[in-house]
C-alpha cells in the first residue's frame, strides 16, 4: 500500500502561499506565525516586519477589541465579512474585510487565522463611480453606462398571464409609490424596471441602479447616502445615489441582500423622503421613487428572516411577480424565433429556425436560466452552426451534458420499475404457492396481463 505523505510545514506553506488571498494567523499569544505574500501586499508591509512579532506592534492602531484575530482568540466564535480599518507599522492606513476564524484542536484553541480581501481598493472604485455620476446626471444612467432605454414593447410574450402584469405596470407606473419586483434570475426584472421608468413621468429623470449583494455593508451605507466631510477619517463631502437619483428613479437590485440595518433606514427614506450622509448631521429631502427586485419569494425572504417585515409592508403597496419561462410554454419558440432573428443581423448569418428534434427539446426544457438562459443558448448555437438550420449537434456543452445526465436517470428510473415489479410479483407467487389466479388477484391485475409478464 503506497504511503500518505506526511503534511510538512513546507508543504503546507507552498500550498497556502499559492492561494490567491491574504492569510494571517496567530498563536494563543497573539504572535504570527503565518503571513503570506497577499497579505503583506495588501498590508503594506514586508513579511519579515510580521512574522514572529506580536500584533500589536506591528498594527499599533489595533487593540485587543478592534483587532479580529485577538477578537476570535478570545471569544472561539468565527465572524464573518468583518469590515477592518487600522494604519500599519509606517502610518498608512489599511481596509480590509476579514473573515477569521478559531484554529481548534482536540477541543483547545491554538490560534487564530484570517482571510481578508482588500477593501481599500474597492472602496476607491465605488467613490470614481458615484463620482462618474454625478458628472453626468441628469442623464438616464445606470450603474454600468447603460441607458434605461428599454419600453414595455421590449418585454415579448404570448403569455396572458404575463401580458396581463406588464398592462398593470404600465397602468401604475406614473404613480410615485415604490415597487416590489420578484421573480427568477433571468426572468426580466431588470427590463421590466426600465420600462415603468420610462412610462413614469420620471422618465426624463436620473435612473440609477444598484445591486445590494454587490458592495459590502459599510461602503453599501455610504454609497446609497453619501459621506460628509469631517464624518470619519479621510471622509470627504460627496453626494450618494438618492441624491443623484433625486427626481427619477432609484434601483435597488436584490434588496434581500441589504443588511438589516441599512433596510431600517432605506424606510425611514422611503417614509418621510429625507436623507442624511455618513457622518453628516444635516438632513436632505429627495424625490426619489425607489423601485426594488428580489429573485426569490418575499414570503421566502421574510421566514428567513432576510427582509423586514416592516419594509416589505411598505414596499408591498405595488408587488409584481415575474413568473419563470417554464410557465410560459408558448413563449419558448416564440422568444427562440426572435433571438434567432435579431443575431442573424448581428452575426451577418440567415439561420430560419430550429429543427423539429431540436424545437421539442427546447419546449420540454425547464430553462432554470429563464430568457436569459434561452438568449445565450440561441447565440452559442449560431455562434457554432453553419447550417441554416440549428440541430441538437450546436448545443452548449452543458446543455448536452445535462440532458445526456436526463436520459440516464430515465433509464435508470426505467430499470428499477422493472426489478421492483419483479420482486412484487415472486412475492405473490410465494404467498399463493404459485397460484397465477391468486396472484393475479394479489397483486389487482387481470389473470391474463399476469401469465403475460411471466412469459416476459
Known sequence: MDRIPIMTEEFLGAILGSIDEAIHAVNTD???????????????????????????????????KSSTLLNVLKSREPLYNKTQTFVNLHGKRIETVNTTLPIVVNDQIMGAVEIAKDYTRLKELAEKLVD??????????????????????????????????????????????????????????????????????????????????????????????????????????????????????????ELHAMPMLLQAKLLRVLEDGVIRRVGGLSVQKVNVRVISAMNIDPQKALREKQLREDLFYRLNVLTFELIPLRQRQEDILFLAAKFIHTFNHQMGKNVVGLTEETARLFKSHTWPGNVRELKHTVEYMMSVSETEVLSLAHLPPMLKKSLSSLSHQRSNLKQQLKQYENKLIEAALIESEGNVQKAARILGIPRQTLQYKLKK
Open 30 to 64: 497573539g504572535i504570527t506565525i503565518y503571513y503570506n505574500e497577499v497579505a503583506a501586499k495588501h498590508d503594506g508591509l514586508e513579511k519579515q516586519e510580521v512574522l514572529g512579532k506580536p500584533l500589536l506592534s506591528v498594527f499599533p492602531s489595533l487593540n485587543e
Open 132 to 253: 462618474i455620476q454625478r458628472s453626468i446626471k441628469p442623464v438616464t444612467v445606470k450603474n454600468d453606462g447603460q441607458q434605461a432605454s428599454y419600453t414595455f414593447e421590449d418585454l415579448l410574450t404570448k403569455n396572458e398571464n404575463f401580458n396581463q402584469t406588464k398592462k398593470r405596470a404600465e397602468k401604475l407606473a406614473p404613480s410615485s409609490s415604490p415597487i416590489l419586483i420578484f421573480g427568477e434570475s433571468g426572468t426580466g426584472k431588470e427590463l421590466f424596471v426600465h420600462a415603468i421608468h420610462q412610462a413614469s413621468k420620471r422618465c426624463n429623470g436620473p435612473f440609477v441602479a444598484q445591486n445590494c449583494a454587490a458592495i459590502p455593508e459599510s461602503l453599501l451605507e455610504s454609497i446609497l447616502f453619501g459621506t460628509s466631510k469631517g464624518g470619519y477619517t479621510d471622509a470627504v463631502d460627496r453626494p450618494g445615489l438618492f441624491e443623484l437619483a433625486d427626481g427619477g428613479t432609484l434601483f435597488l437590485d
